[in-house]
T-cell receptor
């Protein structure tokens, strides 16, 4: 079992839909990261959070430390949101010095 | 946010030659840099962790003599793929962090094709 698991693996939505991507982890963490990888390969850090909720534009990330679960929500989705979304955790064991990655969720938003 | 610049973004080289990839932190001092490798439709795999001024720590299964990492300054780390072979063709990406934070900033990645 992977230390970080994401669901779904693939997600197709219509423009305007509300999207949720889930991430569960099994280790103690110092922080959880949500990353976005576009087809060209470059990675953008969307959020880093260790508790509660963060919002940036149409993106919302939440984390429940007790349940070891995080969600990434996209409101009013748009075709330009199409990308791979990756959940990663900074482990307490390594003092947060390295990331463990989920396998990613491929999101396709159709116009 | 902080910027990490990786160069080149893509490179094609002949089998047996060496390729150097640079990773620069443009507006912060990167005490730690990470090098990852990503195969198509797979997640990132950590190759090595480098701290400025010291030898890199390689993950199990990564040949340190083949993937030479240098982190000579707080703003630059390099990965050299020596005697490249077609199986080394992959997407290589670096990330950098400061001593004060666990937030990671990623480069744009380098797509290496060995022919």
């Amino acid at each position: 079992k992977n230390e970080v698991e994401q669901s779904p693996q693939n997600l197709t939505a219509q423009e305007g839909e509300f999207i949720t991507i889930n991430c569960s982890y099994s280790v103690g963490i110092s922080a959880l990261h949500w990353l976005q990888q576009h087809p060209g390969g470059g990675i953008v850090s969307l959020f880093m959070l260790s508790s509660g909720k963060k919002k940036h534009g149409r993106l919302i990330a939440t984390i429940n430390i007790q349940e070891k679960h995080s969600s990434l929500h996209i409101t009013a989705s748009h075709p330009r949101d199409s990308a791979v979304y990756i959940c990663a955790v900074s482990s307490e064991e390594t003092s947060g010095s390295r990331l463990t990655f989920g396998e990613g969720t491929q999101l396709t938003v159709n116009p | 946010g902080a910027v990490v610049s990786q160069h080149p973004s893509w490179v094609i080289c002949k089998s047996g030659t060496s390729v150097k990839i640079e990773c620069r932190s443009l507006d912060f001092q990167a005490t730690t840099m990470f090098w990852y490798r990503q195969f198509p439709k797979q997640s990132l795999m950590l190759m090595a962790t480098s701290n400025e001024g010291s030898k890199a720590t390689y993950e199990q299964g990564v040949e340190k003599d083949k993937f030479l990492i240098n982190h000579a300054s707080l703003t630059l780390s390099t990965l050299t793929v020596t005697s490249a072979h077609p199986e080394d063709s992959s997407f290589y990406i670096c990330s950098a962090r400061t001593e004060a934070s666990t937030e990671a900033f990623f480069g744009q990645g380098t797509r290496l094709t060995v022919v």
